[in-house]
């Protein structure tokens, strides 16, 4: 049996920056923003699909 990715996180300091980000380098587009989550998917399907949310600062 195949695996595939579904969705990839990412915990940022600045989640809209980091999606702005993945939108220009892979020419996806921000398809939901909801309590610091910002989802970003590919135009043609919905997988994979990347999020980025914000938390507190690491060390």
Request: proline share 8%; net charge neutral; charged share 20%.
């Amino acid at each position: 049996m195949a695996s595939r990715i579904a969705v990839v996180a990412i915990d940022a300091a600045d989640p809209r920056a980091v999606a702005a980000f993945w939108t220009a380098a892979l020419g996806w587009q921000v398809t939901g923003e909801e309590e610091g989550i910002i989802r970003v998917d590919p135009a043609r399907t919905r997988r994979p699909a990347a999020g980025t949310c914000g938390g507190p600062a690491g060390p």
